[in-house]
């Protein structure tokens, strides 16, 4: 790539971007307000597509660029844009934050600029789709939600529908609570329709581009109103996950404290993280975000490093359910009286012209997700989303400034969206763990199942910032979350709960045996275990077969084969294709068969929940004898060798789970563009999600859908040694060289160098553009 120079309008003083071999920007600038400029500028200028198309989902634009099969996408967009005060939004994340964004947007407008009077800069898939970038203005930043994760609203409605059709047990499969609690109790449970959540699903799901939807006319709106099967969503849900953890220098080979995160998310092209570097006086950071966001929410500053995960027990969703009159659908009961749902007309462009309109309406919880008025009901759903202060990761403007433990903590206190754990650890040696985000205060209720929105059931604040689980500097010498329940003890408050649903331990029980085991941590043992595949639950299940004598032939083949094996989902190992076959395939879902007779209750619990799967297999109690269970074990391990035949050929010295588990980075529109695809990959791949190196896969096919695409590891103080990955590159064009070109580096498990200093910056850039004031 050659240097270049650029006549900027709306830059202050001149600034530079120095692209390194990686395709990493370190981006230089005399201000800190002309540096967020810059960081839009370049976000553009690698991104333009993948933020532009993210724009216009969140505010529900689609429709004028894609035609009416968009509209009912727009319309669930628009229900969970924040439409509050601006002044507080603004004020919630400080004073400097509504200028940081006006700067940030006009770099993005600066560029879109740049493209209106050099068109062959626009990526491609604008010329293929016939769009063009729009202008943004500041609130679109923080108005979008439906990017953030929160949750738990599609739980609550599924479980309604498990526990009316089957009973509690069977929704535990599903989903395990913890700590124990039965959120049925007292309760005559009412399944809800699975199709109210039709508009928080298409409103949270990314952007399809199939033909028949580009095609579809006015009157097929209505047909759209569904993208992404109910079971696909819930599994996807599930894994997003993350792990991250700090070492006190006292346990690393340097005496310097070690940071490492791998955020967790659905794999694409072009990643969701970006990595950048931005300088300016008062503030030197690298680290990675969102394109489309300024700042950076994991990485360092010179001083000190932070990092997330998702803390799953944060429930930030209720749904509603209301009674409505029986003359009027829009008025809902509130109280001794009938409350006015607020609706909203909204006009909306559609593509080659023309109009259309999308009602909206809202209750006081929130937006209202379907009625039927035939039976006098509407559901709605209150969520944090809505909230001042809960755009999300955008308090990181803040918390990335942050130089001491103390500071950080502060800065976290007005974090709102994602609920995170967020580590910590500065050039002082100090290390520590911080819980962030608004956490619902539910004086009379769980937050398990929708209750009604007749005010019996009301929030009652948030918990207090100071309330939330902490540490700084343990005596176990580091700290490290991995999505699992890890309220300690002394945190657990009975009339103040946290949440009840995580994620499955198995990835933090690694972590933590990692940990036992190895007193003296580096940063190679950190890549190590970023990428560490050995499964808990391979290890807990082949520790049952011991006992087991099956008849089928097959069952004593895949036993032999088993036999002996370390219990790691290596890409080339022959056993671990066998074993993730038994587990997904077969015996998982053999398990909620036998245990549960409704087939519509076994499609929503789907594969069902490992940790308590895992406890019907080895304590199977009043569930199933143990001759049944061997029974069954030997049954399904006979099933999923003959299906390994069938997927990789008789001979198993040629199986291997990298043949059917593979990562292949599918671009948006591969489904509506003739020519040269966008996609990369595939690429064989290790793991589960059960796994440190989180690579959760289709059950169907087995390819990889969700996983770390950006890794980093710090060396908290010498940070040039420090390193970091993105998947499958830097940029979003596909005619850049840093399209794909991190992709095998990831696929082998290995980093590239997260270079800080000027010194080795300089030593490995490849081009360098050059930002000058324009009038």
Avoid at 107 to 127: D, K, S, T, V
Wanted: glycine share 10%; charged share 25%; net charge negative.
């Amino acid at each position: 790539m050659a240097d270049e120079t650029i006549p900027v309008a709306g830059l202050a003083e001149p600034a530079s971007i120095v692209l390194d071999r990686w395709g990493i920007p370190h981006i230089r600038a005399e201000s800190l307000m002309d540096m967020f400029f810059v960081q839009g500028f370049n976000a553009a200028r690698d991104r333009l597509w993948q933020i532009d198309l993210g724009r216009k989902r969140g505010l529900g634009q689609l429709a004028a660029d894609f035609g009416p099969g968009y509209l009912e996408q727009d319309r669930a967009a628009r229900l969970f844009l924040y439409r509050g005060d601006m002044e507080r939004e603004w004020s919630s994340y400080g004073d400097d934050s509504r200028a940081i964004c006006e700067r940030f947007v006009a770099g993005i407008n600066a560029y879109i600029g740049l493209c209106e009077r050099e068109p062959e800069r626009l990526p491609p898939e604008f010329a293929a789709m016939g769009t063009r970038p729009a202008r943004w203005q500041a609130e679109d930043v923080v108005r979008i939600r439906s990017h953030g994760w929160v949750r738990n609203a599609v739980s609550e409605v599924v479980r309604s529908n498990v526990v009316a059709a089957s009973g509690a047990a069977a929704d535990l499969l599903r989903q395990n609570i913890e700590p124990a609690h039965d959120a049925t109790a007292g309760r005559e449970v009412e399944a809800l329709p699975l199709e109210c959540l039709d508009a928080l699903e298409l409103a949270t799901a990314p952007v399809t581009f199939k033909p028949e939807r580009l095609a579809a006319r006015l009157e097929d709106a209505a047909a759209w109103r569904k993208v992404s099967p109910l079971g696909e969503v819930m599994r996807e849900a599930a894994a997003q996950g993350s792990n991250n953890w700090a070492v006190h220098g006292s346990r690393t080979d340097t005496g310097r404290p070690i940071l490492a995160g791998d955020p967790h998310r659905t794999h694409a092209v072009p990643s969701l993280r970006y990595i950048v570097h931005m300088s300016a006086p008062g503030f030197d950071g690298i680290g990675a975000g969102e394109p489309s966001l300024p700042g950076i929410s994991m990485g360092h500053n010179g001083t000190a490093g932070f990092g997330l995960t998702l803390f799953f027990g944060h429930d930030q969703e209720d749904v509603y359910t209301y009674e409505t009159h029986p003359d009027d659908p829009h008025l809902y009961r509130y109280g001794d009286g009938w409350e006015p749902m607020r609706v909203l007309t909204e006009k909306v462009a559609l593509k080659d012209g023309g109009e259309a309109e999308l009602v909206l309406k809202f209750t006081r919880h929130g937006p209202v997700l379907a009625e039927y008025p035939g039976q006098r009901k509407a559901i709605a759903m209150r969520t944090v989303w809505l909230e001042p202060g809960t755009a999300p990761y955008f308090r990181s403007i803040v918390t990335m400034h942050a130089d001491s433990f103390d500071a950080f903590r502060r800065g976290m206190a007005g974090w709102g969206v994602p609920a995170t754990n967020q580590v910590y650890a500065d050039i002082s040696g100090a290390i520590g763990w911080v819980v962030a985000g608004f956490s619902p205060v539910r004086p009379n209720w769980d937050g398990l199942l929708a209750v009604p929105g007749d005010g019996r059931f009301e929030w009652d604040g948030y918990l207090a910032a100071e309330s939330l689980p902490f540490t700084l500097d343990p005596p176990e010498g580091y700290v490290a979350t991995a999505n699992e329940m890890n309220v300690p003890d002394a945190w657990h408050d009975e009339n103040r709960p946290i949440g009840y649903e995580w994620v499955e331990p198995s990835r933090a029980h690694r972590i933590g045996e990692s940990f036992a085991a190895e007193k003296i941590h580096s940063v190679e043992s950190a890549k190590a275990l970023q990428t560490d595949v050995l499964s808990i639950p391979a290890r807990r299940l082949c520790g049952l077969l011991a006992g087991v004598e099956p008849e089928a032939p097959e069952a004593r083949e895949a036993m032999t084969l088993l036999a002996g094996w370390d219990h790691r989902l290596s890409e080339a190992s022959a056993a671990a294709a066998l074993f993730e076959v038994w587990w997904t395939r077969h015996l998982r879902p053999a398990v909620i068969e036998r245990l549960v007779p409704d087939p519509a209750s076994r499609l929503l619990i789907g594969l069902g929940d490992v940790t308590s799967v895992l406890a019907v297999l080895e304590a199977p109690a009043d569930r199933m004898s143990i001759s049944d269970r061997d029974r069954l074990l030997g049954d399904t391990l006979a099933a999923a060798f003959r299906t390994c035949r069938t997927l990789m050929g008789d001979d198993a010295a040629g199986w291997a789970w990298g043949r059917i588990h593979v990562a292949h980075f599918e671009h948006a529109i591969g489904a509506a563009r003739d020519g040269t695809s966008f996609d990369v990959g595939p690429f064989p791949i290790g793991g589960s999600e059960s796994t440190p190196m989180n690579a959760a896969f289709r059950p169907d096919d087995f390819r990889l859908v969700s996983g770390a695409s950006f890794r980093m590891v710090l060396d908290v103080g010498d940070w040039d040694r420090s390193v970091c990955i993105n998947t499958p590159g830097q940029s979003g064009d596909p005619r850049s060289p840093h399209y794909a070109d991190l992709a095998p580096i990831w696929a082998a498990g290995d980093y590239v160098p997260m270079l800080y200093s000027r010194a080795a910056v300089d030593a490995a850039a490849v081009s360098t553009i050059r930002l000058l004031p324009a009038a």
